[in-house]
């Protein structure tokens, strides 16, 4: 069974730190993903990594995906209060549908 | 374009009572996804349509759970006898194609269920 384990399952930050979020796996995945949610929304893709020591950008949000493709981390610099949300990562089953880590509450105050 | 739209928005039932949700997936997509988030659990996979395809089920939790697509649109996801363990948020997604290469998945808002 693949599972993606996410850490930390909750963050609160002051505006202005920079964050770091884990997505890992003992299972290799050809893609991963990312969603922000808010509350009331379905989860919006934010980016997907395909290649191994993939590193993409998205303004202040920084994804990397692992060598092995096992594992991916989102860093966020400056964080403003318009970031808070419920961030995902989710890799693809065999099917399409699209395996969840249980995700990260970021909550940055002013 | 109009985006993936789910009914009702919100739901509150009795233990043992049935229950019907509706996803109306983007026009052209053909494949379909439903998903349950629950609570401390993240977004948990349920059941998928691909077009005329036989759904795939794997992820229904019991019997109690069943789905159609009717005319490859819309879909409906019906949870018999509820248990108040089935109160979660249940969201759909469509995307053009599926497999384990397929197009993004675009979200609804979903729809709370509350069983009392």
């Known amino acids: 069974t693949q599972l993606l384990e996410q850490s930390p399952q909750f963050l609160s930050i002051q505006e202005g730190e920079n964050l770091t979020v884990y997505c890992n796996s003992s299972?290799?995945?050809?893609?991963l993903q990312w969603y922000r949610q808010e509350p009331g929304e379905g989860p919006v893709l934010l980016v997907t990594?395909?290649?191994?020591?993939e590193v993409k950008k998205l303004k202040r949000l920084t994804f990397q995906f692992g060598d092995a493709r096992k594992d991916s981390s989102l860093h966020i610099t400056a964080a403003q209060p318009g970031d808070t949300g419920l961030y995902l990562c989710?890799?693809?089953?065999?099917?399409?549908?699209?395996?969840f880590g249980k995700g990260t509450k970021l909550s940055v105050k002013p | 374009g109009a985006g993936v739209s789910q009914s009702p928005s919100n739901k509150v039932t009795e233990k043992g009572k049935d229950v019907e949700l509706r996803c109306d997936p983007i026009?052209?997509?053909?494949?379909l996804y439903w998903y349950r988030q629950s609570l401390g659990q993240g977004l948990e996979f349920l059941i998928y349509?691909?077009?005329?395809?036989?759904?795939?089920k794997s992820g229904l939790p019991s019997d109690r759970f069943s789905a159609e697509r009717t005319g490859g649109s819309v879909s409906t996801l019906t949870i018999q006898r509820t248990q108040q363990e089935d109160s979660a948020v249940y969201l759909c997604?469509?995307?053009?194609?599926?497999?384990?290469?397929?197009?993004?998945?675009?979200f609804g808002p979903g729809t709370r269920l509350t069983v009392l």
């Open positions: 997604a469509s995307s053009r194609s599926s497999g384990p290469n397929g197009n993004e998945q675009f």
């Open positions: 299972s290799v995945f050809s893609s």
């Open positions: 990594v395909v290649t191994g020591g």
């Open positions: 989710a890799g693809r089953g065999s099917q399409g549908n699209l395996i």
């Open positions: 026009s052209g997509h053909t494949a």
């Open positions: 349509f691909q077009g005329n395809s036989a759904p795939d």
